[in-house]
């Protein structure tokens, strides 16, 4: 039987993000207000057009302040995509999921050992997951994770038997009637 999931996750915003966007604002503010000064102090009006540009260039790098995370189990494969803005996405990691040595609820205290950390989760510190595999190029990497109750049970499908986990969200909803 297949297994396919998607999973869309976007991240909180964190503190950084804000700092980081305050910036990108005043600087903005800044470059405007010294271009168009100097337009017309020196009587050179294709100075706004550096004004439009920096306009144009604030939106660019606040949008890329937005992200999200895409899960898409198929199989036997986990990949994991980071979306900036909306609009630029980027592959941050393939695990084959027959290689993963260890998974389950992420405490902050797992990972000893690997050579690589793929920090993929909502930021809010709920509800991650972590899991620990071999990984063709980076060697043993933690992934860690804020998957949906669907995409942990594809999941625990895929994983060897030796490292699934028995898995209880709860008594199922009843039905309305």
């Not at 992200?67 to 979306?83: C, P, S």
């Not at 990691?93 to 990972?111: A, D, M, N, P, R």
């Not at 190029?137 to 949906?148: A, C, E, Q, R, W």
Request: net charge negative; with cysteine.
């Amino acid at each position: 039987m297949d297994h396919y999931n998607e999973q869309l996750v976007t991240k909180k915003t964190e503190t950084k993000d804000i700092i980081l966007r305050v910036l990108i604002i005043a600087a903005t503010v800044v470059i405007i207000g010294i271009t168009v000064f100097g337009a017309f102090l020196f009587r050179f009006l294709p100075l706004i057009v550096i004004s439009a540009g920096a306009c144009y260039l604030a939106y660019l790098l606040l949008m890329g302040t937005f992200v999200e995370y895409e899960y898409i189990v198929t199989n036997n494969d986990l990949d994991i995509d980071k979306i900036s803005g909306r609009r630029k996405r980027k592959r941050l990691v393939t695990v084959k999921l027959g290689s993963v040595s260890e998974w389950g609820e992420y405490q902050g205290t797992e990972g000893n050992g690997v050579s690589a950390t793929v920090m993929a989760s909502d930021a809010t510190g709920y509800g991650a997951w972590y899991l620990i595999a071999e990984h063709s190029k980076l060697g043993k990497i933690m992934v860690i994770f804020t998957p949906s109750e669907e995409t942990v049970t594809n999941i625990n499908f895929s994983v060897p038997y030796a490292v699934r986990k028995k898995l209880d969200f709860g008594e199922e909803k009843e039905e309305e009637e």
